[in-house]
């Protein structure tokens, strides 16, 4: 071993390669690192709450899916109910109409019976005023008998 | 003989394989390739490796151990200040690049290479060092990177570069930095100025002085004290720098050693040749468990410089 001047030339370059580490070479690459290790952090965060989101978001719409199912079932079965109203009403309505007319006809069956007998009495006692001169010949006076007749027609 | 006409013909290729057997002995080669490229002054009057005896003194480069010795303590180590110095620039302009490119967004290529590497040395210091400094995280990564390519210059076959530098007229070139204790007390005792800085700026020179001197034993044994812990402190830097140092100049030598078989005749060669390959495979571990331990230890005695005993 021969020790000379290349130990104190080693030492000088080994102190100013330290240097220029330390001063260029370690804080970029330590702040880089540094900084991606937060980088990555923060996405990984990000990623844990857009999960969570997503879970919510899918709770939530579930929820809408039954309240709307539920509502629609509502509207179903009030829709049958009134349905089921407007027949009933509507049925009523022409058993009145049919009940009314049917009292209408009856009415004018009445009336047209009541006319014709009338009309028959009136014939039945216009023969029998007719059949009675004819038996007592000038005996009967229309006019004088008109209220014997009247009895007659209305007895008949 | 058609063999042995070749290296006319395609002289790099065979000389790489044959090279062993150029020199003298193996022991030359052995020596030839732990010679660094010392350049320094030679004093006047002294007698040359060529015989030559020097009039006045001469700035030159070393030609063997003995130049080397006489130069004394100003003289330097070119080739291991040109690697290691290559080396560390490397490095930085590499992780430069990626800390200038740094995004935050997904990480390609050499970024994401960086930042294996920048997480792995931020968790060990995270791990061993409890305290705030900002200067050890990137004071650990340049220890690990600089002394992992530096001991990476070891998986370089042994001759090939030093070869191509003897083609260039450079006599020596050892390529592995931390094969030189130099390069290996260089780093241990800039780190030995940090433990003591940060010692006396922590506890205080008397808070210092008493973990030093005030135990294990009890105060009145305080020179007893005084040695073992001194000691302690001392074997720090030495036994940082000298395992870094040992582990790759053993390794070193070792493939060395392998490479000599190159000059042994076909069958040693392709023995060789399987054993570099064993050895380089192994090496790999080394190198970086070598490079690992010495950050980790770097790490450590600065975490025991700022911890308060008391």
């Not at chain 1, 690459?29 to 937060?38: C, D, G, P």
């Not at chain 1, 997503?54 to 579930?62: G, S, T």
């Amino acid at each position: 071993m021969n020790f000379n001047a290349t130990l104190i030339g080693q030492s000088i370059t080994f102190i100013f390669f330290v240097w220029f580490c330390m001063k260029f070479v370690w804080p970029p690459i330590m702040s880089a690192l540094e900084t991606r290790k937060k980088q990555i952090a923060d996405g990984l965060a990000a990623g844990d709450r857009g999960k969570h989101e997503l879970e919510l978001a899918a709770k939530k719409a579930a929820d809408s899916l039954r309240d709307a199912k539920a509502q629609a079932a509502e509207v179903i079965a009030q829709a049958e109910k009134r349905a089921a109203q407007i027949v009933e009403e509507a049925k009523t309505v022409a058993k009145e109409e049919g009940d009314r007319q049917l009292a209408a006809a009856q009415a004018n069956i009445g009336q047209e019976a009541n006319r014709a007998r009338e009309s028959l009495r009136e014939q039945v006692a216009a023969l029998a005023v007719a059949g009675a001169e004819k038996i007592l010949r000038r005996e009967v006076n229309a006019q004088t008998h008109a209220d014997l007749l009247g009895q007659l027609k209305a007895e008949l | 003989m058609g063999a042995r006409a070749a290296p006319i013909q395609n002289p790099l290729k065979l000389n790489l394989i044959t090279m062993a057997s150029e020199y003298a002995s193996s022991g030359e080669y052995i020596k030839h390739h732990l010679q660094n490229l010392t350049y320094g002054e030679l004093p006047a009057g002294y007698e040359r490796h060529d015989g030559e005896i020097l009039s006045q003194s001469l700035w030159t480069f070393a030609h063997g151990a003995e130049e080397a010795k006489a130069m004394g303590f100003w003289a330097i180590n070119v080739d291991s200040m040109l690697f290691s110095i290559g080396l560390g620039v490397l490095f930085l302009f590499f992780f430069r690049m990626a800390a200038k490119k740094a995004t935050t967004g997904v990480p390609a290529g050499l970024q994401n290479f960086v930042e294996w590497i920048i997480e792995f040395i931020d968790s060990s210091v995270r791990g061993s060092f409890s305290h705030k400094n900002a200067l050890v995280a990137p004071l650990a990564l340049t220890v690990f990177i600089w002394v992992f390519l530096m001991n990476a210059m070891d998986l370089i076959p042994v001759d090939w570069l030093p070869y191509a530098a003897s083609m260039a007229g450079v006599p020596y070139l050892k390529v592995v930095p931390s094969t030189d204790p130099n390069v290996t007390f260089g780093l241990s005792l800039s780190i030995f100025f940090l433990v003591l800085y940060y010692s006396v700026k922590m506890k205080g020179a008397g808070g210092f002085f008493s973990e030093l001197a005030f135990q294990p034993f009890p105060k009145f044994l305080f020179p007893v004290n005084l040695l073992l812990e001194g000691v302690g402190l001392i074997a720090k830097p030495i036994s940082l720098a000298l395992r870094l140092f040992g582990n790759m100049y053993a390794g070193e030598m070792i493939f060395i050693l392998i490479a000599l078989m190159f000059g042994g005749g076909w069958i040693l060669a392709l023995f060789g040749g399987a054993l570099q390959w064993a050895w380089a495979v192994f090496h790999i571990l080394i190198i970086t468990l070598q490079a690992f331990i010495f950050m980790t230890l770097t790490i450590v005695y600065l975490d025991m410089a700022h911890a308060e005993h008391h």
